[in-house]
């Protein structure tokens, strides 16, 4: 178990240390900093002495160790774009891409995990299909054109629901929470419904086609013929051997809340970190930018082990030798 | 026999196939396909079939502009789905910005379907140290959404051209761009199937008359391991159109002086609190029918090739 | 023959398909005393697994029962509701698949789904069904049973999970086992464990036994009586001793011929020409006629009911003079 965690946790590390990497490239390959910071009237010296400042003349591993020790203490340099330094800007912007992806994910997983277990049971019945179909469309319809078309119907048409902007703040802390008032709350609708839209629809197609995979297996042929009851066989063995997929679902589906957020947040002009990235990519803000990918990378490397330690508590397959176990014994 | 004959006996030999069997039984495939196929034709002869040509000054009068739907009061019977605000026809801006769409969405996916398969061949075919390699550059991408790794792609490969040259070549760098984020499925699908194709007497046999890994790999093995490409190109090609769209519509895909529909949408969705709704609702609306269409006739391959993906 | 206990009647199992209906099963009827084990022996895709699984009421759609009846101990079964014929699966019919691997749920411990099927079917408390469970365990000859029964499938051999998957066949008491390849997934040094294990048991506990399998040395070793399955159809059925050393049908000698014989003479295995008709290209008249060394005219037109010859019954068109011969004399 330990030694499993542990060869886990060196992976993730290797994979963030590549992804620092190439954002470190970034840094140092794309874009001049000195041209930038500098200003168009600097003189040759003045620009040569701000390299030095700055440690940009020192060789390419010693500035990639800086890198990293300044990326681990939380300095990610400054943003070409405003010169703030970009770890204010994220921190200014997190909480607003966290309670938009969060709200999202719950939103899609809440819905789409039971419908998906429905149309997986009764694959033929017309509420399935219907489903099935509308699903379909779900997947079809791009993220932007869904928050389209609920401003045009609920802000512009019906004026219900604020069409941009996060409302009404609260601060507690560093966190700028957009949950504790009724306007945060009316903000908050239309892009988490935005966002949760094309989720919903692919973990329902997926734990639909997961639950049917499982329910054509002999073991559930064989739990039928023990006479249990359908709703054992259904709820208590396919179910059970569905959620390490849908374990993983919900992993990539928390990640792709948070890239899909970018155009959500486009949209409503949240003012999350997916806008934040999308002005750096536009301005070829390469701080920024970069530090938005260690972030992302960051998280992501976080689900991923996340995901691979709940398969580790769900499948006995995976734990070596477990309660008592003697291994095979034959 | 003639070969008028030839030709007529093969057409009711594939028509007679359990493909085209499952293709008639479904309406819905039916009306995907006949979908799919007017949008692409749309596209492909949009200067021969749109009313007006929308980048060309010459036929855009400022004194069009804004004009809705033909059925609203004020529509025009010119301008079926109205104009913009410059006064170019949205119907024939739908016509060509599809024809982008589609030209990148394809452009895309080849390239992917190309490095995909190459990756995947090599990798299957190889192993070793070759095949752990790619694997895990794969395992490692795939944890990321596409969009995501498209925009960085994107946004590294402006940052390495030069500021001049970025609004030329940015069509180039949008396919480069969706292709690399979208190359895993097609490598991993294709390594699995290398790996059974690997050890079967054919390829053996060849291998001991002296054929080389590329050889086979090109002549053996890639014709038994398409049929699960030819799937995934198609439902990677309804993704690849919806990542142009997002890019284009987060203003990083195409250049505005030649629209994608992602492009229109965008622009549209400038006027949508001023009451023009038509800019956007159009480009939208073709792009999800677009997207859907592709959808179902993706599906539908998945399932009536459904054994051979096994 | 009214204190059958299970007795199939001209039953008929179709699949509609595209291209027409498929006749599986075609107009088959036999019957099972308690207690007695039955073979039934045929090439793959002769419908033996079918009628198993039409007897459980498991068959998979499209398949379907299209004409016939299944009685069990004089009930009709095969056109109850699910839920009736539920409550008679495991605790009246038992059922043995091929595959041990597969048979087991991996993610629940071997005696949770002992357990779980005794509490289905018998009113015992959790701890009471514990302790069945290891009994049982121990019955079907796994050792330190009190704590194997808590490991998980995969922690046991093939064998061994034939033999977890014999207990949960047993657990409820039912009347009769339908066995279908329970050995052939299995190494051969096992095979015959399980073979022993399952006529032991069965005696012990007075359990019919169908046997469905393609291996005539196991019926000649198990079985009482054997059917011998062709195209979906029965060709003969018998006690086995005179089946095996006095075939009577000629596709079941030809089956004999093939078997090597231990001891006798140095002779050339008999073979039968050719290979068993695809259900979509099912001769008119005897479906074995056109490999049938004795074949004559009427063999190609008119189908051949099983009659009485000596102690089996033979549906072969050889007999027919011989049984009127019968008549006359006596």
Same mark, same amino acid.
């Given at each position: 178990?330990?030694?499993?965690?542990?060869?886990?946790?060196?992976?993730?590390?290797?994979?963030?240390?590549?992804?620092?990497?190439?954002?470190?490239?970034?840094?140092?390959?794309?874009?001049?900093?000195?041209?930038?910071?500098?200003?168009?009237?600097?003189?040759?010296?003045?620009?040569?002495?701000?390299?030095?400042?700055?440690?940009?003349?020192?060789?390419?591993?010693?500035?990639?160790?800086?890198?990293?020790?300044?990326?681990?203490?939380?300095?990610?340099?400054?943003?070409?774009?405003?010169?703030?330094?970009?770890?204010?800007?994220?921190?200014?912007?997190?909480?607003?891409?966290?309670?938009?992806?969060?709200?999202?994910?719950?939103?899609a997983l809440l819905v789409g995990v039971p419908m998906g277990v429905y149309c997986g049971l009764n694959r033929?019945?017309?509420l399935a299909?219907?489903i099935q179909?509308v699903s379909l469309?779900g997947i079809?319809?791009?993220?932007?054109?869904?928050?389209?078309?609920?401003?045009?119907?609920?802000?512009?048409?019906?004026?219900?629901?604020?069409?941009?902007?996060?409302?009404?703040?609260?601060?507690?802390?560093?966190?700028?929470?957009?949950?504790?008032?009724?306007?945060?709350?009316?903000?908050?609708?239309?892009?988490?419904?935005?966002?949760?839209?094309?989720q919903m629809a692919l973990v329902m197609r997926l734990v639909r086609s997961e639950m049917m995979e499982v329910l054509?297996?002999?073991?559930?042929?064989?739990?039928?013929?023990?006479?249990?009851?359908?709703?054992?066989?259904n709820f208590?063995?396919a179910l059970?051997?569905t959620l390490?997929p849908v374990?993983?679902i919900t992993?990539?589906q928390?990640?792709?809340?948070?890239?899909?957020?970018?155009?959500?947040?486009?949209?409503?002009?949240?003012?999350?970190?997916?806008?934040?990235?999308?002005?750096?990519?536009?301005?070829?803000?390469?701080?920024?930018?970069?530090?938005?990918?260690?972030?992302?990378?960051?998280?992501?490397?976080?689900?991923?082990?996340?995901?691979?330690?709940?398969?580790?508590?769900?499948?006995?397959?995976?734990?070596?030798?477990?309660?008592?176990?003697?291994?095979?014994?034959? | 026999?003639?070969?008028?004959?030839?030709?007529?006996?093969?057409?009711?030999?594939?028509?007679?196939?359990?493909?085209?069997?499952?293709?008639?039984?479904?309406?819905?495939?039916?009306?995907?396909?006949?979908?799919?196929?007017?949008?692409?034709?749309?596209?492909?002869?949009?200067?021969?079939?749109?009313?007006?040509?929308?980048?060309?000054?010459?036929?855009?009068?400022?004194?069009?502009?804004?004009?809705?739907?033909?059925?609203?009061?004020?529509?025009?019977?010119?301008?079926?789905?109205?104009?913009?605000?410059?006064?170019?026809?949205?119907?024939?801006?739908?016509?060509?910005?599809?024809?982008?769409?589609?030209?990148?969405?394809?452009?895309?996916?080849?390239?992917?379907?190309?490095?995909?398969?190459?990756?995947?061949?090599?990798?299957?075919?190889?192993?070793?140290?070759?095949?752990?390699?790619?694997?895990?550059?794969?395992?490692?991408?795939?944890?990321?959404?596409?969009?995501?790794?498209?925009?960085?792609?994107?946004?590294?490969?402006?940052?390495?051209?030069?500021?001049?040259?970025?609004?030329?070549?940015?069509?180039?760098?949008?396919?480069?761009?969706?292709?690399?984020?979208?190359?895993?499925?097609?490598?991993?699908?294709?390594?699995?199937?290398?790996?059974?194709?690997?050890?079967?007497?054919?390829?053996?046999?060849?291998?001991?008359?002296?054929?080389?890994?590329?050889?086979?790999?090109?002549?053996?093995?890639?014709?038994?391991?398409?049929?699960?490409?030819?799937?995934?190109?198609?439902?990677?090609?309804?993704?690849?159109?919806?990542?142009?769209?997002?890019?284009?519509?987060?203003?990083?895909?195409?250049?505005?002086?030649?629209?994608?529909?992602?492009?229109?949408?965008?622009?549209?969705?400038?006027?949508?609190?001023?009451?023009?709704?038509?800019?956007?609702?159009?480009?939208?609306?073709?792009?999800?029918?677009?997207?859907?269409?592709?959808?179902?006739?993706?599906?539908?391959?998945?399932?009536?090739?459904?054994?051979?993906?096994? | 023959?009214?204190?059958?206990?299970?007795?199939?009647?001209?039953?008929?199992?179709?699949?509609?398909?595209?291209?027409?209906?498929?006749?599986?099963?075609?107009?088959?009827?036999?019957?099972?005393?308690?207690?007695?084990?039955?073979?039934?022996?045929?090439?793959?895709?002769?419908?033996?697994?079918? #009628?198993?699984?039409?007897?459980?009421? !498991?068959? %998979?759609?499209?398949? =379907?029962?299209? &004409?016939?009846?299944? $009685?069990? *101990?004089?009930?009709?079964?095969?056109?109850?509701?699910?839920?009736?014929?539920?409550?008679?699966?495991?605790?009246?019919?038992?059922?043995?698949?091929?595959?041990?691997?597969?048979?087991?749920?991996?993610?629940?411990?071997?005696?949770?789904?002992?357990?779980? #099927?005794?509490?289905?079917?018998?009113? !015992?408390? %959790?701890?009471?069904? =514990?302790?069945? &469970?290891?009994?049982? $365990?121990? *019955?079907?000859?796994?050792?330190?049973?009190?704590?194997?029964?808590?490991?998980?499938?995969?922690?046991?051999?093939?064998?061994?999970?034939?033999?977890?998957?014999?207990?949960?066949?047993?657990?409820?008491?039912?009347?009769?086992?339908?066995?279908?390849?329970? #050995?052939?997934?299995?190494?051969?040094?096992?095979?015959?464990?399980?073979?022993?294990?399952?006529?032991?048991?069965?005696?012990?506990?007075?359990?019919?036994?169908?046997?469905?399998?393609?291996?005539?040395?196991?019926?000649?070793?198990?079985?009482?009586?054997?059917?011998?399955?062709?195209?979906?159809?029965?060709?003969?059925?018998?006690?086995?001793?005179?089946?095996?050393?006095?075939?009577?049908?000629?596709?079941?000698?030809?089956?004999?011929?093939?078997?090597?014989?231990?001891?006798?003479?140095?002779?050339?295995?008999?073979?039968?020409?050719?290979?068993?008709?695809?259900?979509?290209?099912?001769?008119?008249?005897?479906?074995?006629?056109?490999?049938?060394?004795?074949?004559?005219?009427?063999?190609?037109?008119?189908?051949?009911?099983?009659?009485?010859?000596?102690?089996?019954?033979?549906?072969?068109?050889?007999?027919?003079?011989?049984?009127?011969?019968?008549?006359?004399?006596?």
């Amino acid at each position: 178990m330990i030694a499993y965690v542990l060869r886990r946790l060196i992976q993730s590390m290797l994979v963030m240390l590549t992804v620092a990497f190439v954002a470190f490239s970034l840094f140092s390959f794309v874009g001049d900093p000195v041209a930038n910071m500098a200003g168009e009237d600097a003189s040759q010296r003045d620009r040569d002495q701000l390299r030095r400042d700055l440690g940009l003349a020192d060789p390419f591993p010693l500035r990639f160790v800086r890198f990293v020790g300044g990326v681990l203490q939380g300095e990610f340099g400054f943003s070409y774009r405003n010169l703030q330094p970009v770890a204010r800007l994220i921190v200014d912007r997190l909480p607003a891409t966290v309670e938009l992806a969060v709200s999202a994910t719950a939103l899609a997983l809440l819905v789409g995990v039971p419908m998906g277990v429905y149309c997986g049971l009764n694959r033929s019945s017309a509420l399935a299909q219907a489903i099935q179909a509308v699903s379909l469309v779900g997947i079809s319809l791009p993220t932007f054109v869904t928050g389209i078309l609920l401003i045009l119907t609920f802000s512009v048409g019906l004026g219900w629901l604020p069409p941009f902007g996060r409302g009404d703040t609260v601060r507690i802390g560093w966190w700028q929470t957009g949950l504790l008032s009724v306007s945060g709350i009316k903000s908050l609708l239309l892009p988490s419904v935005t966002l949760a839209m094309f989720q919903m629809a692919l973990v329902m197609r997926l734990v639909r086609s997961e639950m049917m995979e499982v329910l054509r297996k002999d073991f559930i042929k064989f739990a039928r013929a023990r006479g249990l009851t359908s709703r054992a066989v259904n709820f208590g063995h396919a179910l059970r051997n569905t959620l390490v997929p849908v374990i993983t679902i919900t992993g990539l589906q928390f990640g792709s809340a948070v890239a899909f957020a970018i155009v959500t947040e486009t949209v409503f002009q949240w003012p999350g970190l997916g806008l934040l990235f999308v002005q750096a990519v536009a301005y070829v803000d390469i701080p920024v930018m970069a530090t938005y990918l260690v972030l992302i990378s960051f998280f992501f490397v976080v689900i991923n082990l996340v995901v691979d330690l709940l398969y580790y508590a769900i499948d006995p397959r995976l734990r070596d030798g477990g309660p008592g176990g003697t291994g095979k014994g034959r | 026999m003639s070969a008028l004959a030839a030709v007529r006996a093969r057409v009711a030999a594939a028509w007679a196939s359990d493909i085209a069997w499952s293709f008639r039984q479904s309406r819905v495939t039916m009306a995907a396909a006949l979908v799919t196929l007017l949008l692409v034709g749309g596209a492909v002869l949009a200067p021969w079939i749109a009313p007006t040509d929308p980048f060309d000054p010459a036929q855009v009068d400022l004194m069009n502009a804004e004009i809705p739907p033909l059925w609203s009061a004020e529509g025009d019977a010119r301008f079926v789905l109205g104009t913009d605000v410059q006064g170019r026809d949205m119907l024939s801006a739908i016509l060509y910005g599809g024809r982008i769409s589609i030209a990148v969405g394809a452009a895309a996916v080849a390239f992917a379907m190309l490095l995909g398969v190459t990756l995947g061949l090599v990798s299957g075919y190889l192993g070793g140290r070759v095949d752990a390699a790619i694997m895990r550059i794969a395992d490692v991408q795939l944890s990321f959404p596409s969009i995501l790794v498209a925009l960085l792609v994107h946004g590294i490969l402006r940052g390495l051209l030069p500021a001049s040259s970025r609004e030329a070549l940015s069509v180039y760098v949008l396919i480069i761009a969706i292709g690399l984020a979208d190359w895993v499925q097609f490598a991993r699908t294709v390594r699995s199937r290398t790996l059974v194709e690997r050890d079967r007497e054919y390829v053996q046999a060849a291998r001991i008359i002296g054929r080389g890994p590329a050889a086979i790999m090109r002549a053996h093995i890639l014709p038994n391991v398409m049929s699960p490409v030819l799937v995934i190109a198609c439902i990677s090609l309804a993704t690849a159109i919806l990542t142009e769209a997002s890019l284009s519509f987060l203003g990083v895909g195409v250049p505005a002086t030649q629209p994608s529909l992602g492009t229109l949408i965008r622009i549209g969705n400038n006027y949508l609190f001023s009451g023009q709704w038509w800019m956007t609702v159009f480009p939208s609306i073709t792009l999800a029918v677009l997207v859907l269409a592709v959808n179902i006739l993706g599906d539908w391959l998945r399932d009536a090739l459904n054994p051979l993906l096994r | 023959m009214s204190s059958a206990l299970l007795e199939v009647r001209n039953l008929r199992v179709e699949f509609p398909t595209r291209r027409g209906t498929l006749r599986a099963v075609d107009d088959i009827s036999f019957s099972i005393a308690p207690g007695e084990v039955l073979g039934v022996v045929g090439e793959s895709g002769a419908g033996k697994s079918l #009628t198993g699984a039409a007897i459980i009421g !498991l068959l %998979e759609p499209p398949g =379907r029962i299209a &004409a016939g009846e299944i $009685l069990l *101990e004089g009930r009709r079964i095969d056109n109850l509701p699910y839920e009736e014929l539920r409550k008679i699966r495991g605790r009246q019919i038992g059922a043995i698949f091929q595959d041990p691997l597969t048979s087991l749920n991996p993610l629940y411990r071997v005696g949770d789904q002992i357990i779980e #099927t005794i509490r289905t079917h018998l009113p !015992l408390s %959790e701890a009471q069904a =514990r302790k069945r &469970a290891i009994d049982l $365990l121990q *019955e079907v000859g796994i050792s330190s049973a009190a704590e194997r029964v808590d490991h998980y499938p995969h922690q046991f051999s093939g064998g061994m999970r034939q033999r977890v998957v014999i207990a949960l066949a047993l657990c409820a008491e039912p009347r009769l086992i339908v066995a279908d390849e329970p #050995t052939t997934a299995l190494d051969v040094s096992i095979q015959a464990q399980i073979i022993t294990l399952i006529k032991r048991l069965c005696r012990e506990h007075k359990t019919a036994v169908m046997l469905v399998t393609h291996d005539m040395g196991v019926i000649a070793e198990t079985a009482d009586r054997v059917a011998v399955m062709y195209a979906g159809r029965i060709a003969e059925i018998g006690p086995v001793r005179d089946v095996v050393q006095n075939a009577k049908h000629p596709y079941t000698q030809g089956l004999m011929g093939a078997i090597p014989s231990i001891g006798g003479a140095e002779e050339r295995l008999a073979q039968i020409e050719g290979s068993m008709p695809r259900l979509t290209a099912i001769p008119p008249g005897c479906a074995f006629n056109p490999r049938c060394p004795k074949a004559f005219d009427r063999c190609r037109v008119d189908r051949p009911e099983p009659i009485p010859v000596g102690t089996t019954q033979v549906a072969c068109w050889l007999y027919e003079d011989a049984r009127a011969k019968e008549a006359v004399h006596g």
